[in-house]
């Protein structure tokens, strides 16, 4: 600081001090050479601090020590310019005049007041430039001469010194805590840049590791955990893209609809873990056989959808044909090995349609249709397979509404004992007339439990059957057997459900069956079993219906514990080709079991005569009933009870 104002103060001292020589010289009193000689000797003294300024602005020091030699070289030359204002007083105030004295104290008084600011920052420095260039004139005033007004000067002097030092200490520590406070701001300044850049560096840091989770996250919730295959969100939005661009280069596209067959039969059998083992290794082939990563996805369960680029139908399928056979190969697992086929629909872009959901949709269609007609086999998509589906989602709609608009009702079938003529039970039937057009049952109903219908459709049978049989044609104690979906039975709160509507209804378990398909047998058997036994702890007897269809086992009779066989109708149509050897072996398990046997679907005596003969006495069928509403079941019965009495 002392530095930065050295120029200024250098500039003045010179300007006044060879300003008052040149105004008050005297050539006449042979003094001219000396006022000469000072004013040289201050030229060269304010050339040496102009340097020196010049040097240390140029080289600010480094270290504390070029700042020590810095300090007393100005030292130096500010000493020395006051030495030669105090030599000039010296020397020439004998022979000043008045107006010289009074113009030399003023310009020395102003210089030092000056110096209070320009030299604050040192105080020891300011102090002695101030008491250098008033002490010792100030002296000379008060003491070598006798005048009055020099002596006036001269304690106006001593006075100045004072007030001045004062001031000097004053501004010393003003400008003392202004460098303070500049330095505590700059080490803020600095502090703050310092946290600014380190801010910069963690948000940067921050930034990365944001990109880097949002893109793991995008990962994640585009990709299937178990088969790191994509998941539905992630394959729509690559399939959109690939619809795109084979809109743009003019090209066929193939959606895959691919069903895992006989993947439940391994997932209940060997429980879910080694089930997830299967599905990863059928994605692996999928995966591979799709050449790309991108052109697969697990569309959920046992489903996975796959996409081949620019490829026509018949080569779709032909690939399919392919894929089939991969998926069918053994799969080795530590455990066990377990074996799996696929049934695979397609449907073509753009010949079925540009849109990326209806393509799935479509070849889930052609999937479905294809199962029904043959498993581990592929089929392309066909109008007629539009037209079911579209149908399916008219009766869909139709069906939500026919409780409603009271489009339901129910048809009852006895089942007669064919050596007492008695009926034992009735089934309960139900039917659905639609805007003029009785649906069948075989159609409704697995729209039913497709779209989550039949729990709401299965309660309304259940009461309209109590209703409606509390007091009927036939002896209270004959039971209705109401048909329950396995999806009905598998929902928890079932059993408590019954329970409730038989006490609202005051209906008794022992005048309910329940007739459960044989597909019961697929399902998680045990929670089943245990379902069956709370329904016969109420008194409620449980059939197994359509028996020897599906994929029953005769063990399973035992493991289910239900108490009742209904023998399907295809076996009757065969009883006299081979369906005679089954029914037989039926009915002898079923007796050792303790089983009822029932035979479904009888339509002639024949049938029933050979029935009889294996040991099957209960007859369900056309032969003695079709299914009938309430009114019509009373004029049948009573025609019955007359066959009977004039057969006895
Ligand atoms: P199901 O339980 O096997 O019912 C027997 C079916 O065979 C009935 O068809 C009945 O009309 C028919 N049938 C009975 N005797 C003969 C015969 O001698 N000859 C011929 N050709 N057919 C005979 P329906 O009423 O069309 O019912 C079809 C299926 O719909 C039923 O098969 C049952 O699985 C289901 N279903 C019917 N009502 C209900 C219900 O309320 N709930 C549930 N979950 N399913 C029902
Ligand atoms: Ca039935
Ligand atoms: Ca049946």
Not at 72 to 81: C, D, H, I, W
Not at 126 to 142: G, K, R, W
Not at 180 to 195: F, G, I, P, T, V
Not at 419 to 442: A, K, M, N, Y
Request: aromatic fraction near 10%; glycine fraction near 4%; proline fraction near 2%.
């Amino acid at each position: 600081m002392l530095y930065d104002n050295a120029l200024d103060g250098i500039a003045v001292t010179f300007v006044s001090f060879v300003a008052l020589q040149l105004w008050f010289n005297d050539y006449s009193n042979g003094l001219a050479f000396e006022r000469m000689l000072l004013i040289l000797s201050m030229a060269a003294i304010c050339a040496y601090r102009i340097m020196d300024t010049l040097h240390w602005r140029r080289n600010s020091p480094k270290n504390e020590n070029a700042s020590n030699i810095g300090f007393t070289r100005f030292f130096v030359g500010n000493t020395l310019s006051c030495s030669v204002w105090c030599v000039y007083v010296f020397m020439f105030l004998p022979s000043m005049s008045r107006d010289e004295i009074t113009a030399s104290i003023i310009i020395i008084s102003a210089l030092t007041g000056g110096a209070t600011t320009a030299l604050s920052s040192h105080l020891s420095i300011c102090a002695i430039y101030i008491f250098l260039m008033l002490f010792p004139y100030s002296s000379l005033l008060v003491f070598s001469s006798s005048q009055e007004f020099t002596y006036l000067l001269g304690t106006l002097g001593y006075i100045f010194l004072i007030v001045m030092i004062s001031i000097a200490v004053k501004s010393h520590r003003f400008t003392k805590n202004a460098i303070k406070l500049k330095c505590k701001n700059m080490q803020l300044a600095d502090e703050s840049e310092r946290s600014k850049l380190m801010i910069e560096q963690v948000n940067s840091d921050l930034e990365l590791k944001v990109n880097e989770r949002t893109k793991e996250l995008v990962d994640l919730s585009n990709k299937d955990p178990l088969t790191q295959l994509f998941n539905r969100s992630g394959f729509l939005s690559q399939l959109k893209a690939k619809i795109q661009s084979a809109s743009r280069d003019n090209q066929e596209l193939a959606v895959l609809f691919i069903d895992i067959d006989g993947f439940k039969a391994i997932n209940d059998g060997h429980g879910h873990e080694f089930g997830d083992l299967v599905l990863v290794q059928v994605a692996n082939r999928i995966r591979e056989f799709a050449d790309s990563q991108n052109n697969a996805c697990r569309w959920g369960g046992d489903e996975f959808v796959m996409v081949l680029e620019g490829c026509n139908a018949i080569e779709a399928k032909a690939m399919s044909a392919s894929l089939i056979s991969i998926i069918s190969e053994p799969i080795s697992l530590s455990k066990f090995d377990a074996r799996v086929s696929a049934t695979v629909g397609i449907s073509m872009y753009p010949e079925h349609s540009d849109s990326s959901d209806l393509l799935i949709n479509m070849a889930d269609t052609a999937m479905f249709c294809q199962k029904q007609n043959a498993r581990s086999k592929a089929a392309v998509f066909t109008q007629s397979m539009r037209e079911m589906k579209l149908r399916e989602y008219y009766l869909k709609a139709a069906l939500s509404s026919a409780i409603v608009n009271q489009e339901l009702a129910l048809v009852y079938q006895p089942v007669v004992n064919q050596i007492s003529q008695e009926v034992e039970f009735c089934e309960v039937l139900l039917r659905w007339t639609h805007q003029g057009e009785i649906v069948s049952p075989d159609e409704f109903i697995p729209i039913a439990e497709n779209y989550g219908l039949i729990h709401s459709i299965g309660e309304w049978v259940l009461t309209t059957a109590f209703r409606e049989t509390t007091s009927w044609v036939f002896d209270k104690d004959v039971a209705i057997s109401v048909n329950v979906s396995v999806l009905q039975l598998e929902a928890t709160g079932f059993v408590q459900k019954i329970r409730a509507l038989l006490e609202k209804e005051q209906f008794p378990g022992e005048k309910l069956h329940i007739e459960l398909t044989e597909s019961v047998f697929t399902k998680n058997v045990e929670y089943l079993a245990n379902q069956i036994r709370q329904l016969q702890a109420m008194k409620i007897s449980v059939s197994l219906d359509d028996f020897g269809t599906g994929f029953s086992s005769l063990a399973q009779l035992q493991f289910l514990a239900a108490d009742t066989v209904k023998i399907d109708k295809s076996f009757i149509d065969n009883i006299e080709s081979g369906g005679h050897s089954i029914i037989k072996a039926t009915q002898d398990i079923a007796k050792a079991l303790n089983y009822r046997v029932v035979a479904e679907g009888v339509e002639t005596t024949e049938q029933a005569e050979l029935l009889n003969k294996i040991g099957v006495s209960s007859i369900q069928g056309y032969l003695y009933a079709k299914p009938m509403s309430q009114d019509m079941l009373e004029s049948w019965y009573d025609r019955h009870k007359n066959t009977k009495d004039n057969d006895i």
